[in-house]
């Protein structure tokens, strides 16, 4: 199956290929309406933070429009198109739109696999690709692969050090999805923590992006007598194991990553997850200016706080109309690749981030969180909670 899944994906990538390889550079100078592909995931595995990643990105270009934050009458008109994120559909819509000479620029990517089968596309046809999410190490790939996610590594290695400290935690164990590169890097970054606090590490216990039952791993992990059970895993892997853990009763602290963050998760939940600390770079109720105006926005639309993965989504078309912004006259993908490959810092939502190497980083915005009863509101996380 993953030999005919890259099969898949080299077909589409030479299709695509073929399609723009004798084509000019698209884009006219000075066009008022400039054409974004966004590639979306709201059916599939991962609707539920795919719905908040391409809300986001919608308030932003209401925002941009709006504002006429490009400048000289200049709008952006988002092209979605939905890949479910599944790699060889994302693929395929990356093809799509690469093909559309009027689309300058692509935001897409949730996951890491999905990233992967889309850079070598946009590499190609030398389109600019911002990634919105896919947290694998060195996917920015300037000048036209670039990543505004802030990266979940650097926020649980502080979150670890910080519950360590404050918990007072002798020893603890990990439960770990391992079928996913992103999410075992995001687990190596809790250890970094953990180790640097002087945490013993009692061991691993390994899940699976299939596993639906985690009766069995819940009791591996609690039979390790660990002060602290971290869990790292998607969404639906994260929460799965959190609740069997509490179900079967363990005394000790939970600690997660942001993927348990998102609309619904909390009432799906709430036993389970009311003290377990997560990390956001983006906390709605704390936020001011620009990152006021757009959770002020988002609620407004969509009837609930803007959570971390909308903010993602937000700053990916935010990125790339402030990279068109740069780029003056020439809103050509050439011109947009140049702005963006220049570009080394931003005042964004997040406040002011600086990118290197194509990765924007925003270190000093993250915050230890944990959902409050009874209806969910995220706040800040403290040891009595």
């Known amino acids: 199956m993953r030999r005919s899944w890259r099969i898949a994906v080299a077909v589409i990538a030479a299709t695509a290929l073929a399609a723009t390889g004798c084509a000019k550079d698209s884009g006219g100078t000075g066009s008022a309406t400039i054409k974004l592909g966004m590639v979306v995931a709201e059916t599939g595995?991962?609707?539920?933070?795919?719905k908040t990643f391409a809300n986001g990105a919608r308030i932003a270009a209401d925002q941009i429009n709006n504002g006429d934050l490009i400048g000289?009458?200049?709008?952006?008109?988002?092209?979605?198109?939905?890949?479910?994120?599944?790699?060889?559909?994302?693929?395929?819509?990356?093809?799509?739109?690469?093909?559309?000479?009027?689309?300058?620029g692509i935001a897409c990517?949730?996951?890491?696999?999905?990233?992967?089968?889309?850079?070598?596309?946009?590499?190609?046809?030398?389109?600019p690709l911002v990634l919105w999410g896919a947290t694998d190490v060195d996917l920015a790939a300037p000048p036209y692969?670039?990543?505004?996610?802030?990266?979940?590594?650097?926020a649980n290695e502080k979150l670890a050090q910080t519950v360590a400290e404050q918990k007072k935690l002798a020893t603890v164990a990990y439960g770990v999805m391992t079928d996913n590169s992103g999410i075992v890097s995001q687990a190596e970054a809790f250890k970094k923590g953990m180790t640097s606090a002087g945490v013993q590490n009692l061991g691993q216990v390994d899940t699976l992006s299939t596993q639906t039952n985690f009766t069995s791993a819940a009791t591996d992990l609690i039979q390790k007598n660990a002060d602290a059970i971290v869990v790292a895993g998607t969404q639906s892997n994260a929460v799965g194991l959190i609740a069997a853990l509490h179900d079967k009763g363990y005394p000790g602290q939970i600690v997660s990553g942001e993927t348990i963050?998102?609309?619904?998760?909390?009432?799906?939940?709430?036993?389970a997850l009311g003290n377990v600390p997560f990390p956001v770079y983006f906390l709605a109720k704390e936020a001011t200016g620009a990152g006021q105006a757009f959770a002020a926005d988002y609620k407004a639309k969509y009837g609930d706080d803007p959570d971390d993965f909308a903010a993602q989504g937000f700053n990916a078309i935010y990125t790339l109309a402030m990279g068109l912004k740069a780029a003056?006259?020439?809103?050509?993908?050439?011109?947009?690749?140049?702005?963006?490959d220049t570009m080394t810092e931003l005042d964004t939502i997040y406040g002011k981030v600086t990118f290197d190497h194509g990765q924007l980083n925003a270190s000093s915005s993250v915050q230890i969180v944990h959902y409050t009863a009874p209806d969910g509101a995220i706040a800040r996380w403290t040891p009595s909670n």
Not at 45 to 50: D, E, H, L, Q, R
């Open 261 to 271: 963050s998102g609309t619904g998760v909390y009432k799906s939940q709430p036993q």
């Open 109 to 127: 990517c949730i996951l890491s696999t999905v990233a992967g089968a889309a850079k070598p596309i946009v590499d190609k046809a030398k389109v």
């Open 328 to 340: 003056g006259h020439d809103t050509t993908r050439a011109g947009l690749s140049k702005a963006l």
């Open 72 to 104: 000289g009458g200049k709008k952006i008109e988002l092209v979605a198109k939905e890949g479910s994120e599944d790699p060889a559909k994302s693929a395929s819509v990356v093809a799509q739109l690469v093909a559309d000479q009027d689309v300058v």
């Open 145 to 154: 692969v670039f990543r505004t996610v802030t990266m979940p590594q650097p």
């Open 45 to 50: 595995p991962i609707a539920g933070a795919g």
